[in-house]
Antibody, heavy 119, light 108 residues
């Protein structure tokens, strides 16, 4: 059974940093792309970042490029390092698996972790 | 960036009735379109990919159609568990993946 378990969310001040983690299990980790998708309170879904199955390619939405960094390790973990956080980054952040080596659609999702950027 | 729009914003339907949700892309996405269902407090769930292929475990009452810029999600006979928000998402322009704003299906 595929499982994605996010952690690391919390309250952070504007301009601060936070690192999200996602522990993956139940599939061949290096065969599939992983992504972060966020949802601001009461709003729709926004793809934030993706990383290829091999980890060799990373992709970002324009809204976070230069501030966020996605990575994955050999222990089946996905990360999102978030720097220079803004109020508009406040959202539930979901870890989502793509069924291909590259980010495309999302066949499995974690339950999400809430990030609140506020002073 | 490919902009996705969905209509209507809210659809009020009685249990057992048919629901038809629309999704439009600002430029052609071929058949590279997925649909998701999200219930309050839950993560989204994949329903359809490739515009018309049901994901594993999705009931046959859910069907997708369309290509290019116009797509439709049809729920043939609404069950109580189907009242939720539905999102479309294009992946033709990957890695720049974009979602529609969602259609809320509520009880009439």
């Amino acid at each position: 059974e595929v499982q994605l378990l996010e952690s690391g969310g919390g309250l952070v001040q504007p301009g601060g940093s936070l690192r999200l983690s996602c522990a993956a299990s139940g599939f061949t980790f290096r065969s599939f792309a992983l992504n972060w998708v966020r949802q601001a309170p009461g709003k729709g879904l926004e793809w934030v970042s993706g990383i290829s199955g091999s980890g060799g390619s990373t992709y970002y939405a324009d809204s976070v490029k230069g501030r966020f960094t996605i990575s994955r390790d050999n222990s089946k973990n996905l990360y999102l390092q978030m720097n220079s956080l803004r109020a508009e980054d406040t959202a539930v952040y979901y870890c989502a698996k793509s069924p291909r080596q590259s980010p495309q659609w999302f066949d499995y999702w974690g339950q999400g972790t809430l990030v609140t950027v506020s002073s | 960036e490919i902009v996705m729009t969905q209509s209507p914003a809210t659809l009020s339907v009685s249990p057992g009735e048919r629901a038809t949700l629309s999704c439009r892309a600002s430029q052609s996405v071929s058949s590279n379109l997925a649909w998701y269902q999200q219930k309050p407090g839950q993560a989204p769930r994949l329903l359809i990919y490739g515009a018309s292929t049901r994901a594993t475990g999705i009931p046959a009452r859910f069907s997708g159609s369309g290509s290019g810029t116009e797509f439709t999600l049809t729920i043939s006979s609404l069950q109580s568990e189907d009242f939720a928000v539905y999102y479309c998402q294009q992946y033709n322009n990957w890695p720049l993946l974009t979602f529609g704003p969602g259609t809320k299906v509520d009880i009439k």
